[in-house]
């Protein structure tokens, strides 16, 4: 049975109650998303995809669906509105649900052209995002930026050398039936054709690999990291970069797992024993100048900051980031970011490598982050992020690493390079 044969006026109205809720926007859209349908067990498989991807959908285009609609639309409203624009449905798609007295409207809400909606509106951006945005790209450029933004991302997988090697991988996820092809920018990345169920899957529950865009996969890979060395993950989370950097550490020397979360660090244990890994030391710090991190001052060869920050380049995952955040939200987490990377700076010795990451797009946490960073501590440099990238065969031009969707079929992520003089 096809998704489109359960379209009832039952479950059209789970999709709107779930809706409701997630415009409160108190949570993450995945959060709220995941408890609706623990209380709603009896929802099947089916029925929980067109809702996820019928809510999810909205929360995309919100700004133009809203506009669509015309005055104060309703959840009703905009799910229609989702499913004839977002989704296409046909008037006979939508016949399950929809009442005559809704059809001309409807057929109104499709006749709008988006080349007549303004710009911020057009790219469902709020204006504050779509301003600094143009002070980065042109029009042009954000609306091919916006729509890569507005496409589900795929679904890429980290091989963990430790375990295998990406061709034996590839052969055993081919042997699952699982459609999979090589990624064309990380040398451990594989990307799956589909959507696929993986928590049962013999090779992830053997840890022979990790779910990870392969965007997030470069971003470890610039620490270069190696045998033996003393590294830090300063702000680990649930750690899908430390695996990676335990792996190309080859499982030896000594890797800080430091976060300021306790439960983000609890995510990063069932990760850890899958992977094999045993170098990992999960340390959960109070804040970036925590005395456990003064310790360890000018001891690390190297130190990865992969930054809190507003997940904007991760937009194809989470739409609801859009319109959780402002302005006023962003500058404060530039605040955060330049004392994390002062902090963390602190601990690389002379010689050592210093890397400043994020998921987002916006040049005042990233670039701009690192040229201050740089113009405060003149014992550091960059170091052109291609010329490390080159030497694991990615061709991606560039002092700094900026990944677009639009360009790279990877989250938005940013990273600079850095080194400590000797
Ligand atoms: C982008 S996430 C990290 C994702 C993780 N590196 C990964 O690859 O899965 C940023 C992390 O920074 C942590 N964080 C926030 N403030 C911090 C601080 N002052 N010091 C260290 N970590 C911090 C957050 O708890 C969050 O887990």
Excluded at 97 to 108: D, I, P, Q, T
Excluded at 197 to 215: I, M, T, Y
Excluded at 296 to 324: E, I
Aim: aromatic fraction near 6%; glycine fraction near 8%.
């Amino acid at each position: 049975m096809t998704t489109k044969a359960r379209f009832t006026p039952a479950l059209f109205a789970h999709a709107e109650h779930l809706l409701g809720q997630l415009l409160r926007f108190d949570h993450p859209a995945d959060a709220v998303v995941s408890h609706y349908f623990r209380e709603h067990r009896q929802l099947g498989h089916a029925d929980r995809a067109f809702v996820a991807e019928t809510v999810f959908a909205f929360l995309r285009r919100r700004r133009s669906l809203d506009a669509r609609c015309g005055e104060r639309p309703d959840n009703r409203q905009r799910l229609l509105a989702t499913l004839a624009v977002a989704r296409g449905w046909s008037q006979r798609e939508l016949a399950p649900v929809l009442k005559a007295s809704e059809e001309a409207w409807l057929a109104g809400v499709k006749a709008v052209r988006d080349d007549d909606l303004p710009p911020a509106v057009r790219c469902d951006l709020p204006d504050w995002l779509y301003e600094r945005l143009l002070a980065q790209y042109s029009d042009e450029e954000i609306r091919a930026l916006a729509a890569a933004l507005n496409r589900p991302a795929p679904l890429d997988l980290r091989v963990n050398t430790l375990k295998t090697d990406r061709e034996r991988l590839l052969a055993r996820l081919a042997g699952d039936g699982i459609g999979a092809a090589p990624g064309r920018l990380s040398p451990l990345a594989v990307r799956l054709r589909d959507k696929p169920a993986l928590a049962k899957n013999p090779a992830f529950l053997d840890g022979s690999f990790e779910v990870q865009d392969e965007g997030s996969q470069l971003l470890g890979l610039l620490l270069e990291a190696r045998r033996g060395e003393m590294v830090v993950d300063f702000c680990a989370g649930a750690g899908g970069k430390t695996l990676l950097l335990g792996a190309q550490m080859k499982n030896t020397g000594r890797l800080y797992a430091f976060d300021v979360s306790d439960k983000r660090l609890a995510n990063l244990k069932p990760r850890l024993a899958r992977s094999g890994l045993s170098n990992v030391h999960p340390v959960r710090i109070e804040h970036e100048r925590d005395l456990k991190v003064k310790r360890l001052a000018g001891k690390a060869d190297r130190v990865l900051v992969d930054a809190p920050c507003s997940g904007l380049g991760t937009l194809r995952r989470n739409p609801d980031l859009k319109w959780r955040q402002d302005a006023g939200a962003v500058a404060e987490l530039t605040a955060k970011q330049a004392a994390i990377l002062a902090s963390a700076a602190t601990l690389v010795r002379p010689g050592g490598r210093l890397v400043y990451a994020t998921c987002s797009l916006l040049r005042e946490e990233n670039a701009a982050v690192v040229e201050a960073f740089l113009a405060a501590h003149p014992g550091f440099v960059l170091v052109p992020a291609d010329g490390v990238l080159a030497r694991f065969g990615c061709e991606l031009p560039g002092a700094m690493l900026q990944l677009l969707p639009q360009q790279h079929d990877t989250d938005g992520f940013f990273a600079a390079v850095l080194e400590r003089l000797a």
